[in-house]
């Protein structure tokens, strides 16, 4: 299938004089459940905001943002700490504890290749559904109580995000090419999770390009291995909401009550 972001509304705020923020985006305007579509200012996905001046915390202000899964783990946090509290839109979770960083460390292992870290990465994926449960859990009890705009982001908003997100949409009756093509609109923000890495990291040579093609990629392939871990355990996106995070038929309709227009 030839994935492109045909599906994807045109943004309905984001004037040209408004900051630019790391991967992010919003889900206003797809379509879901019955013809339906996500309403303006309720989802939100994005990398992390490891910078944020004034400007930028009215923009998120004004465009309806009150609560923030951050899907980074403790230790992330603990390195990085959350601006987003200290402009008044609390973390609507607990860090968790899970960090799937095994692709990270492959790249800098000087024995692998790309083709090991593209492996790492299918692990990575096919293993959210048991590793994230408790942080997919959380962002599932956020969404169906924040009564203003949600924000799921990890530290790019690319894999962590992607499949939170990937949940969110599915419980709201958008398709899988829908979301996958919302999934692989990550890969316009390249350069720009390039260039924040690497002002984490100072000093130090970056990974040849060859080994972070694969690891920064939004790959499809790298969704499917996720739905596929779904759909073999779980039955699909259904089952697991149900029997992985313990949300019924009540849940997912509540959430479409709020979020479909």
């Given at each position: 299938?030839n994935?492109?972001?045909q599906f994807?509304?045109?943004p309905q705020?984001?004037?040209?004089?408004?900051?630019?923020?790391?991967?992010?985006?919003s889900?206003?305007?797809?379509?879901?459940?019955?013809?339906?579509?996500i309403?303006?200012?309720?989802?939100?996905?994005?990398?992390?905001f490891h910078?944020?001046?004034?400007?930028g915390?009215?923009?998120?202000?004004?465009l309806?943002l009150?609560?923030?899964?951050?899907l980074?783990?403790?230790?992330?946090q603990?390195r990085h700490?959350?601006?987003?509290p200290g402009?008044?839109?609390p973390l609507?979770m607990?860090?968790?504890e899970a960090?799937?960083?095994?692709a990270?460390?492959?790249v800098g292992?000087p024995?692998?290749t790309p083709?090991?870290v593209?492996?790492?990465?299918?692990?990575?994926y096919s293993g959210?559904p048991?590793?994230l449960?408790d942080?997919?859990?959380?962002v599932?009890?956020a969404?169906?109580?924040?009564?203003?705009?949600l924000?799921?982001q990890?530290?790019i908003?690319?894999?962590r995000?992607g499949?939170a997100?990937?949940?969110l949409?599915a419980?709201?009756g958008?398709p899988?090419?829908?979301?996958?093509a919302?999934?692989v609109a990550?890969?316009r923000?390249?350069?720009?999770?390039?260039?924040?890495?690497?002002a984490?990291?100072?000093?130090r040579a970056p990974?040849?390009a060859?080994?972070?093609?694969?690891?920064l990629a939004?790959?499809?392939?790298?969704l499917?291995a996720f739905?596929?871990r779904?759909d073999v355990?779980?039955?699909?996106?259904g089952?697991?909401?149900?029997?992985g995070?313990g949300?019924?038929a009540d849940?997912?309709?509540d959430?479409?009550g709020?979020?479909l227009?």
């Open positions: 299938m994935v492109t972001a994807l509304p045109q705020f984001w004037p040209e004089s408004a900051p630019r923020f790391l991967n992010f985006r889900l206003a305007g797809l379509v879901g459940d019955g013809g339906r579509r309403r303006t200012g309720r989802l939100f996905r994005s990398g992390d910078q944020l001046d004034d400007a915390a009215e923009t998120l202000r004004l309806g009150n609560a923030v899964c951050d980074r783990s403790a230790g992330e603990q700490p959350s601006l987003l402009v008044g839109i609507a607990d860090a968790p960090d799937p960083s095994s990270t460390r492959v292992d024995s692998a083709q090991d593209r492996a790492a990465m299918f692990e990575v959210m048991s590793r449960t942080a997919l859990r959380a599932f009890d969404a169906l109580t924040s009564r203003g705009g924000l799921v990890c530290a908003g690319k894999d995000t499949v997100v990937a949940l949409l419980v709201l958008v899988r090419d829908v979301i996958l919302d999934y990550s890969n923000a390249r350069d720009a999770i390039f260039d924040a890495m690497a984490r990291n100072p000093g990974p040849p060859a080994m972070l093609d694969p690891l939004a790959d499809p392939d790298y499917r739905w596929a779904l355990d779980y039955g699909g996106e089952g697991y909401l149900a029997g995070l949300f019924g849940a997912v309709e959430l479409r709020r979020w227009i």
